[in-house]
């Protein structure tokens, strides 16, 4: 029996790769506003389920820290080190990451969320293999709109 | 009236549960559980996906689904399962990977043996088509594979 799966599409956008604890989650690399240092938090600053919040372009943005569920946490362990600030339109949104990746030139096959899995509110849209890891496939509206029904 | 008869995979979930499927539902079994990768806020019994044959699918987890405990991994199998998707004119399929604790028994179901659901767990009518009463197993549901990879 041959078996066709649910329809796949192949992508070459650029994306961002932000690596939470062992989860990946892939956004538009055109909605990353800026990298900054999670040294530079200021944690007195914190509100609104954050860790805190970091400063760009004379802008404050206030920190997330998603655990592997992508609940909202309150205390960011020295591991994740970098503050990715995403952006669309007038809406924003940080997050503490261990690392963020840029993914170019690469061409991922992107799978839709399977049905069986699918949840009222989750921000993951979709999923894609890249050599032994997961990504994720999100946005930052979806995970603000998570984070805002979280926190 | 003629007792037709079907052919079918027995299988034991992780649990103590046991159910079948049509023979042409399941493509392959895995004998050990390979690697698989967390999907946050998916569904718990659905919480996983593997690679199999360059897709992405599904490890679905019955027994969480019936309100079990998941099994220690060192005594997964994964048999992959199909149903179809979409209607005639744009059919596709839609591939899962069933846990289970040993190789399934292929076995014949007859007409005479339909029976009616066991009335625990609640959550077997949402999931199976039909039951049938096997021999030494008593009443065996036969699992709905569209009601489980295609949620409502």
Redesign the interface.
Known sequence: ?S??????FAVSERFAVLNLE??ALLVPLHEIYSLESARDIDSTRSAGGSVGAVRSADSWFSVFFLS???KPQTSLPDTFKVCAILAVGAVTLSLACRSVATLENTIL?L?P???????A????QA???DG???L?RTSMLALAA?IEHAA | MTDSTGDAWLLQLTGSYRAAIGL?EM?YVLPEEP?S???????PH??R?M?WQ?????L?DLTVFLGGDPAPDARRMIGIV?CA?GNDSKS?????GLMISRTPERIQVWDHQACGLPPAPAQWRSIAASCFRHPDHGPVPILDLAA????N
């Open positions: 029996m078996a066709q799966p649910a329809q796949a062992s989860v592997d569920d992508l096959d799978q969320l399977p049905e069986c899995m699918r949840t509110g989750s921000p993951i999923l894609a293999h032994e890891r997961l994720c998570h | 042409r493509l690697v990768h967390l999907v946050p806020l998916s569904r659905a919480a996906v690679v360059s897709q992405l699918i599904p679905i199909s998707a596709t399929s839609r591939l899962g489980i990879l295609l949620p």
